[in-house]
Nanobody, 128 residues
Framework: QLHLVESGGGLVKFGESTRLSCVAS????????IGWFRQAPGKEREGIGC????????NYFDSVKDRFAIARDTAKNTVYLSLNRLTPEDTAVYYC?????????????????????WGQGTQVTVSS
């Protein structure tokens, strides 16, 4: 089973940017789809977007697509989530997740489906 570890969270100021990493192990992630989610205190989990590492296809929810970007580095088996123009409303625990698929596109839903493997999450706190 693929194992995922997020990093890169921390305290960020209003309007600034940061980048989160999701490292997959112990084998290649190219036959998986990697998604990013977040959960703010007292709120439901929210999907952000996903990527197919094999072809770099990405899919985003409209609410974040103009500020967030997902990319991958196949040599490092790592997926990145760039967060730009951050506001306090972006404060949340950010998770990456994976599901196995040989399809060209990735899918993502707010309820977490169809993701089967999850990282432990990384906290991003945006100060005003």
């Amino acid at each position: 089973q693929l194992h995922l570890v997020e990093s890169g969270g921390g305290l960020v100021k209003f309007g600034e940017s940061t980048r989160l990493s999701c490292v997959a192990s112990p084998f290649s992630f190219e036959n998986y789809k990697i998604g990013w989610f977040r959960q703010a205190p007292g709120k439901e989990r929210e999907g952000i977007g996903c990527i197919s590492p094999s072809n770099a296809y990405t899919n985003y929810f409209d609410s974040v697509k103009d500020r967030f970007a997902i990319a991958r580095d196949t040599a490092k088996n790592t997926v990145y989530l760039s967060l730009n123009r951050l506001t306090p409303e972006d404060t949340a625990v950010y998770y990456c997740a994976a599901y196995y698929s040989d399809q060209y596109m990735c899918n993502i839903f707010h309820d977490g489906s169809p993701y089967e493997t999850w990282g432990q999450g990384t906290q991003v706190t945006v100060s005003s």
